[in-house]
């Protein structure tokens, strides 16, 4: 580990401290007056119970730490030229960021009607918390934010990865006492590890301890200052602390250690970058312990306030019916002098007023925190030329996943500095290891002589690899959100840890897209599901968990795609598609292991852009002169389903050549959804077109069968919709043994045809029960041999061109 000296910060003069002291006043009037007031923003009159909101719903236990932190951090952007963003984990925190944001000009840019006048402080104030306005988070309303902190949890990681592939960039991250007790942030905290000085920026963390959450005490802020410090080192950081309640005093140590922080990240930067040698340093960070609700009432009917968790949301309420508290509100507010700080119009003094940055220097108007005005196209290669060559339909087999990583091998080649792939030390397990060829595994820590056979480990890497989806999905999602590219990967069982993150991004974007005009347009949060649940015979029933998309489905469907390419050349269509994209969270569900390919390249393409098709060569009911109607619809969606759909049609076809079957499959699972619901939904013409108006569908699902009768649940005749899925029946299994035991399989597929086709029905007999006996010599050959029988191991479409219909 390196350390870089750092000179020592000047102290305040007595004039810079009073300035810097009198703009945090001016903040914390705001940030008091947008929590409680809707009317006489300058207390022109004696405030009366129609002024209050009627709602108190702000939250002023972080607010000024907050907006503390932020204004010394516009003093260093103004001495240094800093470009610098900032992040608010505390919950509910917007007071503290909103009333920096509205003083330097930004807001009122944005929001005219949000003018640096009485008037517009007005309706500043009164839009907070209100319904119909902003809410009292960091929302994607608010200028500057890229972290909302609506969950807990995400606020470094988000930072961390904002300053991936982005030298010049320093982002200063708040992180609440609460918040750093969430497991995601807890495991934040080694993104330390990953940042390369040369060609990354730095995160500048600030620890705030105020001592509590919304009932009970903190765990940071109840243990010494010795363990305190021991942990942060032990993160490899250098902790400084910054710790007191007088303004004055709190003013000029902080001014001093952020000063002497941002000057060990450009030592420490500077010094790898012309030495070329990108040693891992001990990153400076800083631990503020103010008082929960600094500088708000010492205490409210004979409870303590300032300093305790009753100062976590709002310290006074009942305005309405207290004209004691009232009485205290107004008093609160002109502690701040406020008519030192404002002109009679409401406008901050021309003095303060300067001690703002000006321009995109701003961190509320900085470009890097509205990522869409920074990103730039993907250089693409032509995915075509990685075609698998298919001479007939389901006779080659290959790892759909590892024509992917060829895909993004050239796809990190021509984007050096734009894409990253992020996923939990699965890149090479989930068959991605060809990116290895143009780029490492970003690695800071210990590095041994036996990683050359092997590791992969570098520290000018763009793979993340990390024990922690939720810091690769903060990462990536950090990146994304300052204009940039890429794709998280991880096993599809274990998607679920970041279930509630997903939920948070996807309402992230939602408002963006739908309620924020001058956010811009980001690059989409592309998301691979591989080591899927019907390849889990070693793994067990632990790693069998298809339930990820069901919570996707929930979400906005202004935001969210869902695709189950079958094969690999339909995966490689899909995901040129989603790189591509934009302001969507685009989920893949493919599997890793050798599979039957089924599309040549041209076939795959008009698959895929169509989302659902007929596959011709699978069905029988269009061979004539006059197409039939058919008797049954074979439908599937999903590797595995398809292949076993298929084999049941095989059969169907070899033991009734009378019937006629139509074979259909999806790979947009949102086309199933009525197009009033989706925009990828079919209407209902298309959607009877496809699979009849009536007919029986053996619908053969990869995930859970239910929920394809929900995004069904508006066609017409429900009944005839037969759906097989994973039932939650397995352990170690070989595949087609868990496939039967779900009843997914080939033979239980032709059995729910003889069941639903009248006219089959006791004529089938036979039929029906050898696939009976069939399932039982599969399951006790599994048993016995600890494998599949060879003709089901090594099954292909046994039909040749149009041999199907004859």
Request: proline fraction near 7%.
């Amino acid at each position: 580990m390196i350390m870089v000296s750092s000179p020592q910060a000047k102290p305040l003069s007595d004039e810079a401290l009073r300035k810097i002291d009198a703009y945090w006043r001016a903040c914390h009037y705001l940030a008091v007056g947008m929590i409680y007031l809707r009317e006489n923003p300058l207390l022109k009159e004696p405030l009366k119970p129609e002024h209050v909101k009627h709602r108190l719903l702000g939250h002023w236990g972080a607010s000024p730490a907050l907006s503390f932190t932020y204004i010394h951090c516009n003093r260093l952007i103004k001495q240094y030229d800093l470009d610098m963003i900032f992040m608010a984990g505390p919950g509910h925190g917007a007071p503290g960021v909103l009333g920096p944001v509205y003083l330097e000009g930004t807001y009122s840019e944005i929001y005219p009607d949000k003018s640096l006048d009485e008037r517009g402080m007005g309706k500043f104030f009164k839009q907070f918390s209100f319904p119909g306005h902003i809410g009292s988070h960091v929302t994607p309303e608010t200028p500057g934010s890229i972290h909302e902190g609506g969950e807990l949890g995400y606020s470094l990681s988000h930072a961390y990865g904002s300053i991936l592939d982005n030298p010049d960039l320093i982002t200063c991250c708040v992180v609440g006492d609460g918040e750093a007790e969430t497991g995601p942030l807890a495991t934040a905290w080694h993104s330390n590890k990953f940042i390369n000085p040369i060609r990354d920026g730095a995160v500048l963390p600030v620890l705030n301890l105020n001592g509590y959450k919304i009932a009970n005490p903190t765990i940071l802020a109840r243990i010494s200052h010795e363990e305190l410090e021991a942990l942060f080192r032990g993160y490899g950081y250098t902790p400084y602390i910054v710790e007191g309640s007088d303004p004055a005093e709190m003013h000029q140590k902080m001014a001093a250690t952020m000063e002497l922080c941002i000057n060990e990240i450009r030592g420490i930067q500077q010094e790898c970058r012309n030495s070329g040698n990108p040693v891992r340093p001990r990153w400076p960070m800083i631990i503020l312990r103010t008082p929960k609700g600094w500088t708000g009432p010492q205490e409210v009917d004979g409870h303590k306030v300032e300093g305790f968790w009753r100062a976590h949301q709002v310290p006074m309420g009942g305005m309405h019916s207290n004209p004691e508290h009232l009485r205290r509100l107004g008093e609160w507010m002109k502690s701040y002098r406020p008519e030192e700080l404002f002109d009679e119009n409401g406008t901050l003094i021309p003095e303060l007023q300067e001690l703002a940055p000006t321009g995109n220097r701003r961190m509320s108007a900085n470009p890097q925190a509205n990522g869409g005005l920074l990103r730039r196209e993907l250089t693409m290669p032509d995915f075509r030329q990685y075609a698998i060559e298919i001479p007939e339909p389901g006779t080659v087999k290959f790892e759909n996943t590892k024509v992917l990583g060829f895909l993004m091998r050239d796809i990190m080649r021509d984007n050096p500095n734009n894409f990253r792939l992020m996923g939990p030390d699965e890149t090479a397990s989930n068959r991605l290891q060809a990116v290895y060829e143009v780029t490492k595994k970003a690695w800071m820590a210990d590095f041994y002589e036996e990683d050359l056979d092997g590791s992969e480990l570098s520290p000018d890497g763009r793979v993340m690899e990390m024990l922690s989806e939720h810091t690769l999905q903060g990462w990536l999602e950090g990146y994304l959100l300052t204009g940039r590219h890429g794709l998280f990967h991880t096993y599809e069982a274990f998607a679920h840890v970041v279930d509630s993150m997903f939920n948070q991004h996807a309402k992230w974007l939602d408002i963006c897209k739908n309620h924020v005009p001058w956010r811009r347009s980001v690059s989409s949060l592309n998301i691979l599901l591989s080591s899927l649940v019907w390849r889990q015979d070693h793994n067990g029933f632990s790693h069998q968990d298809p339930g990820y998309v069901d919570l996707v489905t929930n979400k906005s469907p202004d935001v969210v795609r869902v695709y189950f390419p079958p094969d690999a050349n339909c995966l490689l269509s899909v995901a040129d598609h989603c790189f591509r994209s934009v302001d969507y969270i685009n989920v893949i569900v493919s599997d890793k292991q050798n599979h039957l390919q089924f599309l040549p390249m041209d076939a795959a393409i008009q698959h895929c852009t169509k989302g659902i098709g007929i596959w011709d060569w699978a069905s029988n009911d269009d061979c004539g002169t006059e197409p039939d109607i058919p008797d049954v619809v074979m439908a599937s969606c999903g590797d595995i389903p398809t292949m076993e759909s298929l084999a049941a049609t095989a059969i169907l076809r070899e033991e009734f050549p009378y019937l006629k079957v139509r074979f259909v499959n999806v790979v947009d699972l949102f086309k199933l959804v009525s197009e009033g619901e989706h925009p990828h939904g079919l209407n209902d013409w298309d959607f009877n077109s496809l699979f009849t108006p009536d007919k029986p569908v053996i619908f053969n699902f990869h995930g859970y069968p239910w929920l394809i009768h929900k995004l069904v649940y508006r066609r017409a005749n429900q009944e005839r919709i037969h759906v097989r899925g994973y039932k939650e029946e397995g352990n170690i299994n070989t595949p087609l043994e868990l496939a039967i035991r779900n009843q997914i399989d080939r033979f239980n597929l032709v059995i729910d045809v003889i069941d639903r086709v009248p006219k089959l029905g006791s004529a089938a007999a036979h039929v029906k029960e050898r696939m009976k006996n069939r399932i039982i010599e599969c399951l006790t050959y599994a048993f016995e041999q600890g494998t599949d029988i060879e003709e089901v191991t090594n099954w292909q479409w046994p039909y040749k061109g149009n041999d199907f219909c004859r």
